[in-house]
DNA sequence: GTGGTCTAGACCACC
DNA sequence: GTGGTCTAGACCACG
């Protein structure tokens, strides 16, 4: 099962997807070349339209994280090929921080703490991916 | 500052506010008593519609979070939990910055400069608090 | 009527639309911050589902050709704000170069000629701006 | 090379075959008797389908601009039009660079970047085409 | 009123 | 079998 949806949260059920082959592909769980599970059996896996689940693996696609073909099915695609610009790429990071950044002063966590958390955080990604790229059946 | 909204996220606008007005009163930083920008000024501050922070309100209101007085104002009622404990605010946080490692994975942005890019806009948010009035006495 | 799209030309609907907004922006006869038609007056002039209109919209958005605000409309965009790398956006127009330059091999059309050709509807396409750029009502 | 696709024009790939040999026949480069490339080599230089490029050739079949003959391989036919005219050839590219120069405008590829591009995708063209082995005697 | 998302079901192009 | 496109119609978020 490479996702979960939650039809409650708000958020659109293509992006849950989105984020979540995203994550499995950073993390290591899928790795450049792997297939995903075709469009037909995503929808009845998670219960959701065909459509839905096409629409996810088209973003997916725009954003160069995986690579569609036609008839054959679609496959993760090696890193390092976002076609954006740079300066674009730390715009849309940059936001994502300023919300952490809003939403750590309402928990009240001091800048120092939340740039430890970072460090520790990160520390931890590089782990997971550590374990997925050495272990693999 | 109350709330900092992403348009593009998929989560709705006025429950982005929902989310932060609560998570600012489970952490203690907003508290009982405490007066809410009113949704004039909100709608404003976000470059929201009055409605969109008018719903926020109301859902706010709805869920016993905020009490609206005729003529005074929003302010937070006694919300009977206890602020969260640190370890349970880090976690909140944890998970929110597991995504935006993720997504820099992605966007290509090496751990360096994302802690960079975060000491950056942590400044860049200082001065603006600096700018828009002093702290909580 | 922003466009007129041929239903047996195999070519998909969405994408003849968003070829032809594109040429309008390009050619001035869509200038910077224009309403394009909602996605329900499109759909109903081109008698084509509201989807398919609200899809070739969707990707106008991801080129960066327009801007969509919800409930407002679509509006289009300033130039000089394509996202992508440099590389992508060279290797994007190669490809199609390569695809003229294949036909003009069939069509028995020299280098030389092919040339002079670009150079020629180069400078139409330059007059055709000039004059949407100053005749406006 | 007899023929170039291009995967993400939407215009399905057989079609784009049928295109460019209709083409190629109707502006002399390909002439009456001409042999064909087997479809097994086609497929190969294109990197498509067997079935796609035998389909691409039944339906060349099916309009009377090639013949199959068993064992032998599939040869242009009579087709009883004489060679377009220079001018119509030239006004058919036309239009292609038409669309080109619209695509480089929203990829901020200026005219100057433009010319340039041709002459050195004519020149890796003019490249391939020695390797691939001499012109018709 | 605007655009965004999802479902259902159909047909096509391609492997 | 694969993904891609289109239609029809519904509901939601937003101005």
């Given at each position: 099962?490479?996702?979960?949806?939650?039809?409650?949260?708000?958020?659109?059920?293509y992006?849950?997807?989105?984020?979540?082959?995203?994550a499995?592909?950073?993390?290591?769980?899928?790795?450049?070349?792997?297939?995903?599970?075709?469009?037909?059996?995503?929808?009845?896996?998670?219960?959701?339209?065909?459509?839905?689940?096409?629409?996810?693996?088209?973003?997916?696609?725009?954003?160069g994280?995986?690579?569609?073909?036609?008839g054959?099915?679609?496959?993760?695609?090696?890193?390092?090929?976002?076609?954006?610009?740079?300066?674009?790429?730390?715009?849309?990071?940059?936001?994502?921080?300023?919300?952490?950044?809003?939403?750590?002063h309402?928990?009240?966590?001091s800048?120092?703490?939340?740039?430890?958390?970072?460090?520790e955080r990160?520390?931890a990604?590089?782990?997971?991916?550590?374990?997925?790229?050495?272990s693999?059946?």
């Amino acid at each position: 099962m490479i996702a979960h949806v939650n039809f409650k949260s708000g958020v659109p059920v293509y992006l849950q997807i989105v984020q979540q082959v995203k994550a499995a592909a950073a993390s290591g769980s899928l790795r450049t070349g792997d297939a995903l599970p075709s469009v037909r059996v995503l929808a009845e896996e998670l219960r959701i339209n065909r459509n839905t689940a096409a629409r996810a693996y088209a973003e997916l696609e725009a954003e160069g994280v995986i690579e569609t073909r036609q008839g054959a099915g679609c496959f993760l695609k090696a890193n390092g090929t976002s076609p954006l610009r740079k300066a674009v790429r730390s715009e849309r990071l940059a936001e994502e921080l300023d919300a952490v950044i809003i939403q750590a002063h309402h928990l009240q966590i001091s800048d120092t703490e939340l740039t430890a958390l970072l460090a520790e955080r990160l520390e931890a990604f590089r782990e997971r991916q550590g374990l997925n790229g050495s272990s693999r059946p």
